[in-house]
């Protein structure tokens, strides 16, 4: 079966070692049968702001219309993301709640039971850090890995998530850099050659 990857990256900023890991997991998936695709989301053009909730619906700027196509067309998604105050960046999380919405990413039937509209997808999540990762997980309980596997991802039918921690970021040299995105590379690799996702 062809694999449909679909990497977003939610710094906003291009010199961000973000970048470069969402650019490094691309060149290590690629291969015969892989088809993958990006989005930035710094580079998106929308309202962060879900101004009415659920109440109303807001109308889709053609930025995220066509980042709901390509989440529909992934069967693996990857997630990176720097950890900003516990969790990820506010546009991140604007995008996620403009587009992570009943009859896109879930549903519920006539009696009230959850449809699971992304049902048989796969995710990694990758997450950079200034902090180690182990304070991180153990600490903080990995508080927005959290909330975006199990309460996003899991809630809309996204069970099956891999989770990766670049911590201690802030005094990286070069050679750590060049550690992370070789790291990242090879993750990339096992992903795509793992028959479960």
């Not at 694999?3 to 977003?8: E, F, P, Q, T």
């Not at 990820?88 to 995008?95: C, H, L």
């Not at 879930?106 to 997450?127: C, M, Q």
Request: glycine share 6%; aromatic share 12%; charged share 30%.
């Amino acid at each position: 079966m062809e694999k449909k990857i679909l990497i977003i990256n939610g710094h906003p900023d291009k010199e961000s070692l973000n970048y470069a890991i969402a650019d490094a997991y691309e060149k290590g998936a690629a291969a015969k049968d892989v088809v993958i695709k990006k989005i930035n989301i710094g580079e998106l053009e929308f309202d962060l702001n879900l101004k009415f909730g659920y109440k109303k619906e807001m109308e889709l700027e053609p930025d995220l219309k066509d980042s709901i196509e390509k989440i529909k067309w992934a069967n693996h998604i990857v997630f990176v993301y720097p950890l900003w105050w516990g969790s990820y960046p506010a546009v991140m999380k604007g995008f996620i709640d403009r587009i992570f919405l009943p009859k896109i990413a879930f549903d519920h039937d006539g009696n009230g039971k959850r449809i699971e509209l992304l049902k048989g997808k796969s995710a990694r999540i990758i997450v950079t850090m200034e902090q180690p990762a182990w304070y991180y997980k153990f600490v903080c309980h990995s508080c927005a890995t959290v909330q975006l596997k199990h309460i996003t991802l899991n809630f809309c039918g996204i069970k099956k998530t891999k989770t990766t921690y670049f911590g201690s970021i802030g005094k990286m040299g070069e050679e750590k850099r060049k550690e992370i995105l070789k790291t990242t590379e090879s993750i990339a690799q096992k992903d795509v050659y793992n028959p479960t996702i």
